[in-house]
């Protein structure tokens, strides 16, 4: 195989030509490609030390910089991606709908005090209702009352 000493030439598109911003643009673009191309020497290749990968595929990246999936890096995962294409704000919340798929629900103040609550007991007191053993302690008397008034 034999190696280009110089990049192959590049055409700049009549369209980019007459626009100056994408003319300049591109012509950074141009500069770059061709400084990798100075510094693979003509392989197209960026050594790790010139801030590349020292490969021309995925791969071989990954074993040149020590990359391990599942070790090193996250692997892909549905459920993940599931989540990454949601929109969140503000008093949202997410919830599963089946397996690695996910949704976003509103959550109200009033959600977010049960929520925050670390017991049943802590539950109870933001809702301001009783046990049922604080139910069954009251008296016969007051029972009857309370079924009048709907409070049990």
Same mark, same amino acid.
């Given at each position: 195989m034999t190696l280009r000493t110089n990049p192959p030439p590049v055409m700049i598109p009549p369209a980019l030509a007459r626009d100056p911003e994408l003319s300049v643009f591109f012509q950074r673009l141009l500069k770059d490609v061709y400084l990798i191309w100075e510094k693979s020497g003509?392989?197209?290749?960026?050594?790790?030390?010139? =801030? %590349?990968? =020292?490969? $021309?595929?995925?791969? $071989?990246?990954?074993?040149?910089? %020590?990359? @391990?999936? =599942?070790?090193?890096?996250?692997?892909? $995962?549905? %459920?993940? @991606?599931?989540?990454? =294409?949601?929109?969140?704000?503000?008093?949202?919340?997410?919830y599963t709908t089946a397996h690695d798929v996910y949704?976003?629900?509103?959550?109200?103040?009033? %959600?977010?005090?049960?929520?925050?609550?670390?017991?049943?007991?802590?539950?109870?007191?933001?809702? $301001?209702?009783? &046990?049922? &053993?604080?139910?069954n302690a009251i008296s016969e008397e007051d029972r009857r009352y309370a079924l009048l008034m709907g409070v049990i």
């Open positions: 003509g392989r197209g290749v960026l050594a790790i030390t010139e =801030g %590349g990968t =020292g490969a $021309d595929n995925a791969s $071989d990246a990954r074993t040149n910089l %020590g990359l @391990e999936i =599942g070790k090193d890096v996250q692997a892909w $995962d549905a %459920g993940l @991606e599931s989540i990454a =294409g949601l929109a969140t704000a503000a008093d949202r919340m997410i949704a976003v629900a509103t959550l109200t103040a009033a %959600g977010r005090a049960i929520l925050d609550d670390a017991t049943a007991a802590d539950q109870r007191t933001t809702l $301001d209702v009783y &046990s049922k &053993s604080e139910v």
